[in-house]
Structure formats: structure tokens, C-alpha cells
């Protein structure tokens, strides 16, 4: 499992995890788009535009690969402004290509790209 060196581990503050310390010895977690509803907490949303942020910062428009990312994190994202790089995909591997859709992350986002263009 590839660690992602210098991405931030948590949210300040909360208890919103953005990377797992180790690899599950049974296997990763299955990624899969969750539904993000109007009334979730103003943490949930701090969280997910941090985690947007992180990635983007990290990551730009290239490819990466799953590695440490937190799957719960990743799953709130996913199928949205996180999509598999290419196919095949395993949604259970941590060597999974994900990149950032990025007019849909733009406008889920526009904070975090901000100035951007």
C-alpha cells in the first residue's frame, strides 16, 4: 500500500480521518459513491471541502493511486469529483487509479479552486 507522504492525516479538530496508517491484511475497503444530502453536519461538509482541498494540492489533474486514502473519506467524493482513472477498475484495491473530475469538483468546490484558470 502506497503511503501518501505529506497528506494531512485528519481535519484539525474533528475526528474526520483522511488516511489509514496501515494496510487491512484482509484487503481495502470497497469504495462506493455515497449520497451527500443537504442536511449533513457543517463538520461533514468543513471535512469533505479539506479533503477536496488536500487532493487537488497533491494531486492536480494526474492520475494517482488509492494507496493510504481513507475509503469512507473517498467514498463521499467518488463517482463525482473523484473517478477511476481507467478500466478495468477494482473498487477493493489499494493500487486503484482515481483521478479528480475536475468541472465537477469545481462545481461541488469553487473554494478550492479559487484564483485557479
Known sequence: MLKHRGFPGRLPGTD???VIRRANPKGATRLVARERFRDRS???RRADLAFM?????NFGEEPFERGNLDAGR???LFGRE???AGLP???ESYEALLRIDLARARASFPEVFE???
Not at 53 to 57: N, R, S, Y
Open 115 to 117: 484564483g485557479e484558470e
Open 53 to 57: 482541498a488536500a487532493l487537488w494540492d
Open 42 to 44: 457543517p463538520a461533514d
Open 74 to 76: 473517498l467514498s463521499w
Open 82 to 84: 473523484v473517478v477511476p
Open 16 to 18: 474526520h480521518q483522511f
Open 89 to 91: 477498475f477494482d473498487p
